[in-house]
């Protein structure tokens, strides 16, 4: 969820005027526009690779707390404490390896997604005093506590679409050669076998 924003936008007037009421759902607005769609792909990819370096060291865990169990009456009393040892080291890595993981996801979603956010923002502002809404209610904010919605009322496509407009463009490619009648000479075979993937 994004702190700090502007969501909800309020002209104070009398309960009785309150009749141009809309609902956005602003969390969804940034992650389903384009720039945020390629930022969340980009932010999965890190979730992912912290997932498989946090689940190697789960598993080696795993591996030492079993090897401890299956040799609790065959182990000296020496290689158990050892165990032990490592156990416990291996334990406080995989807490702090945690906690750093999500620190650090923490600030690089913010970093993709803030700039969005922000600009997403100052558009609904924008919306709000171009359509003279009164009041305009984020239902991405669990603490709103909206039961039902006019989809009529709802926004929300509205701001995905400003939003992409108003995306920064992405320099253009450089132009490819003129192509030239000269035929393309074949890839050099290599001079060694490929190494197999694995």
């Known amino acids: 969820m994004f702190t700090g924003f502007a969501l909800l936008v309020f002209v104070p007037v009398a309960l009785a005027q309150l009749s141009n009421v809309v609902v956005v759902d602003f969390e969804g607005a940034v992650v389903q ?34 090897k401890l169990q299956n040799g609790a009456r065959t182990l000296s009393e020496e290689a158990k404490a050892s165990l032990q040892r490592d156990i416990d ?20 979603r913010d970093e993709l997604l803030r700039p969005i956010a922000d600009r997403a923002s100052a558009i609904l502002n924008a ?19 909206v039961i039902w919605k006019n989809p009529k009322n709802d926004v929300t496509e ?41």
Do not use: C
């Open 127 to 145: 919306m709000a005093k171009e359509s003279n809404y009164t009041l305009v209610i984020d239902i991405s904010n669990p603490e709103t506590n």
């Open 33 to 66: 526009s384009a720039e945020g769609k390629r930022s969340s792909e980009k932010f999965d990819v890190t979730v992912k690779a912290k997932q498989n370096e946090l689940g190697k060291k789960q598993q080696e865990l795993d591996d030492q707390q079993k």
């Open 158 to 198: 509205e701001l995905i679409k400003r939003i992409d407009a108003s995306a920064p463009k992405e320099t253009a490619k450089p132009a490819a050669a003129p192509a030239t009648n000269k035929p393309t000479p074949p890839a050099p075979k290599p001079t060694t076998p490929a190494t197999p993937k694995e």
């Open 89 to 108: 080291r291996r334990t406080t890595e995989l807490q702090r390896l945690n906690e750093d993981a999500q620190k650090e996801l923490g600030v690089m």
